[in-house]
């Protein structure tokens, strides 16, 4: 993130920030606020005043100069409030972001949702948060100013329970946004004689504290107070300038530091004359920290700005060497950096990685744009060593995907989404470089999530398409994934025209890898359009090509189509092909898609009228440990097993919760209800049966309730296990924690009234009726009106009204 509220930005997040799981999905409850790991120090009255106006306001924007500390100051607030809101506080850190259209999925993916969404990232974002109490954190908005402010203004609208806190050097300008002004930390007036009263200030408190980190045992003489006075004066009591004096006390003393800082009132000219002051300041106080690097520190500072949201020393290597920095003194180098707080070190599930405060990285940003500080280089090249760094990552993805390491490519590539944006960024915007844009995008065609979501991977696949129009194998293997992803979005004019262009192309090379995939596409273009039959014959060809081509991944990918062709078109090979197609998975222990191959295998079986085994396999495919944004195989099998179960007249109830569970999920994939035509008569055909069997009331209720399920819950519930119970489930004899006036409305709710038609009924204000509403949703832990509703009935007496009136 670009700054902590004390200067640095020293805290982990959590949940994994890889993305990995070791579960069905992230806790979608708790959010991912990270802890911190230094001391906060003091803003007693900015948290005080915050958290006031957030009790107010549903749009609270912090304001200020860099390095003043608003992202810290953000997440102290939002810790201290984090119970206010049942589905948490989520943190969405955008100053990695250059490209204000990838807004929306940014901030899926801080939500633990950014995957095999086919919709645009927008609407599956406010259909997400449209039921659900929690506050978003937009950290860092001022570079997007436009588009934070209307991503901002359409949550607020179609999410009335979501509150929003943001960071950013101005306002956003929406209507009911509430503005807290962060001010520098107070300071000594140094023309006053120093007193013990000194550390009273807060600029002197976060100097000490920063300094016996620095220093262990750190302590300062009497005649050293008036220079600790004179930098936290000096510094304008920032943070992040305060941080960064403090890092030198390693080699100077306080005297030492406030008199380099006194001799760089000349170095304030580097930056432009008519910056605030306080961004002067800043500069200066950079500029110390940069003073007292190494020639070596220096180089790397300026060539490791071409990172985005960290790094590990591999990288830093790969890329940063080259004239004056040798890999051999790297290690030492990066040290020195870390012992210099330029570079702030983190832990990753056992590996390290680093990365710099945003305001660190535009100043080496600026000196590698600069020859003094690209040192014998070029900065291009040095964004092209970048590039070819996360291109070569990418294809040892793509070789390795059909795997163990499935799930472990997942995780590295979520890590490294901001860097691949970049690399992708540098070649969609360099002459000559769109090319190699196809190359890694095109390589991250089945992970897909170094790239992000559908939507995102068609933004680049589509800019790099028009740029690199020449027939070449690799452009085919894009059109065939850009065509197969325009069909997810039901975009079939793209779907048509990729697939027209990708035979032409494929005709006009003749190479076998560009056939493969022409063949291929054709097939699931058959397979798509329901002509069963014409897809297997192609499908069969281009597995044949594939097995020349010996690619394990296409390979499995072609013949789990085919074994889905062969289920729809009743064709006697298809157990057969949907057993090879799990054997494949299990040669390779590719754990991730034996959830796909076991669906498959269990569809082909309750095809055949094998309902018990049916159930059994797509049971085992929802055990499979899976990365946390696989929403689409869950639905998949929730949707299977919804049909399966619903042959047993005793578990109409049961089958009707899987429908409703899956329901949600296909709406969390952004995909549309099982799209080829037979599978969608099935959902069809099992929709009508259990409202005949259960009647048209039961029915409903019974989808709602799958429908309103966790994905953990649904899991749960497929599988036959208890799941913990929600406050809708409690014992009806349970004790309710309300007042009065909340079991009166509770009482209203349940009628179907609004909030205007309970303020009538009793007499309040529409707005305290709304805060009597948001008050139930917090304290039952619930996310909509409906929830209120369906437990006001559950905990009504027999012969009473409402929760609790028989006690």
Request: a neutral charge.
């Amino acid at each position: 993130m670009h700054e902590d509220h004390q200067g640095s930005d020293r805290r982990t997040l959590a949940p994994r920030p890889d993305g990995a799981s070791s579960g069905r999905g992230p806790d979608r409850t708790t959010g991912n606020l990270p802890t911190e790991v230094t001391s906060f120090v003091g803003r007693r009255r900015e948290v005080s005043e915050a958290r006031r106006l957030l009790a107010r306001t549903r749009l609270l924007t912090l304001t200020g100069a860099g390095g003043v500390g608003k992202t810290r100051l953000a997440l102290r607030v939002a810790a201290g409030v984090r119970r206010s809101f049942p589905k948490g506080v989520w943190v969405a850190d955008l100053a990695p972001l250059n490209d204000g259209a990838l807004l929306a999925q940014t901030v899926l993916m801080a939500l633990g949702l950014d995957h095999d969404s086919a919709r645009p990232a927008l609407p599956v974002l406010s259909d997400h948060l449209a039921d659900k109490r929690l506050l978003l954190v937009l950290d860092n908005c001022e570079h997007l100013l436009d588009s934070c402010a209307e991503l901002t203004r359409s949550l607020l609208a179609t999410g009335p329970h979501v509150q929003v806190l943001a960071t950013s050097r101005q306002a956003l300008g929406v209507d009911g946004e509430h503005l807290l002004p962060v001010r520098p930390l107070s300071t000594p007036d140094p023309h006053r004689p120093p007193t013990a009263a000194l550390d009273q200030y807060e600029a002197v408190r976060l100097f000490m504290d920063r300094a016996a980190a620095v220093v262990p045992g750190f302590t300062v003489g009497d005649d050293q107070w008036a220079a600790v006075a004179g930098i936290c004066h000096r510094l304008d009591g920032i943070p992040l300038a305060i941080e960064l004096a403090a890092a030198r006390l390693r080699a100077l003393s306080p005297p030492q530091i406030l008199e380099r800082l006194d001799d760089h009132g000349t170095l304030l000219s580097r930056g432009s004359s008519a910056a605030p002051a306080r961004q002067r300041t800043l500069r200066a106080a950079i500029d110390g920290s940069f003073d007292l690097c190494t020639p070596s520190e220096r180089r790397l500072w300026a060539r490791l700005s071409v990172f985005c949201g960290g790094f590990d020393l591999e990288a830093a290597e790969e890329v940063c060497t080259d004239d004056g920095i040798s890999r051999g003194e790297m290690l030492d180098v990066v040290t020195g950096l870390v012992d210099k707080s330029i570079l702030i070190r983190e832990d990753h599930r056992g590996q390290v990685r680093l990365r710099m405060l945003e305001t660190i990285r535009q100043y080496g940003r600026s000196l590698l744009d600069t020859s003094a500080g690209a040192g014998h280089g070029e900065p291009d090249a040095v964004r092209r060593r970048h590039r070819d760094h996360y291109q070569r990552l990418a294809a040892r993805a793509e070789s390795e995907w059909l795997s163990p390491r499935q799930t472990a490519w997942f995780a590295r590539l979520h890590l490294e989404h901001a860097n691949i944006r970049a690399a992708l960024e540098f070649c969609l915007s360099t002459v000559g470089e769109a090319g190699h844009a196809l190359r890694l995008v095109t390589s991250l065609w089945s992970p897909r999530l170094g790239a992000g979501g559908v939507e995102e991977v068609r933004h680049w696949l589509g800019r790099a398409l028009a740029l690199a129009p020449e027939p070449s194998p690799v452009r085919v293997k894009a059109l065939w994934i850009e065509g197969w992803l325009a069909y997810m979005c039901g975009d079939t004019a793209t779907w048509h025209a990729r697939l027209a262009e990708c035979q032409d192309h494929a005709r006009t090379l003749g190479d076998a890898e560009s056939l493969a995939h022409a063949v291929r596409f054709a097939g699931q273009a058959a397979l798509f359009r329901d002509d069963y039959r014409r897809a297997v014959v192609l499908l069969d060809e281009a597995l044949e090509r594939d097995r020349a081509q010996q690619d394990p991944a296409l390979q499995w990918l072609t013949l789990f189509l085919l074994g889905l062709a062969c289920c729809l078109a009743n064709d006697p090979r298809a157990r057969a092909l949907c057993e090879e197609c799990v054997s494949l998975c299990e040669a390779h222990d590719a754990r991730w898609y034996r959830s796909y191959a076991l669906w498959l295998l269990g569809l082909q079986h309750w095809l055949s009228g094998d309902t018990r085994r049916a159930i059994s396999l797509l049971q085992d495919a929802l055990r499979v440990d899976q990365p946390a944004h696989d929403l689409l195989a869950t639905a998949q099998c929730l949707e299977v097993l919804a049909w399966a179960t619903a042959h047993d007249e005793r578990s109409h109830h049961q089958a009707a919760k899987l429908l409703g569970a899956a329901q949600t999920a296909w709406q969390l994939a952004g995909t549309a209800l099982p799209g080829l035509g037979r599978l969608l008569h099935h959902h069809n055909a099992c929709h009508t049966h259990l409202q005949g069997a259960l009647g048209d009331t039961p029915f409903a209720t019974a989808v709602q309730t799958g429908a309103q399920l966790t994905l953990d819950e649904a899991v749960a519930c497929a599988l036959g296990r208890t799941h913990s119970p929600t406050p809708a489930s409690d014992q009806e004899n349970t004790p309710t924690p309300l007042t009065r006036r909340e079991k009166e409305v509770v009482d209203l709710l349940a009628q179907g009234l609004t909030n205007k038609e309970i303020a009538a009924k009793l007499v309040i204000s529409p707005r305290t009726a709304g805060a009597h509403v948001a008050n139930l949703l917090g304290k039952l832990g619930f996310t909509s009106r409906t929830q209120i509703a369906t437990w006001a009935v559950a905990h009504r007496a027999p012969h009473g009204q409402g929760p609790d009136r028989h006690r």
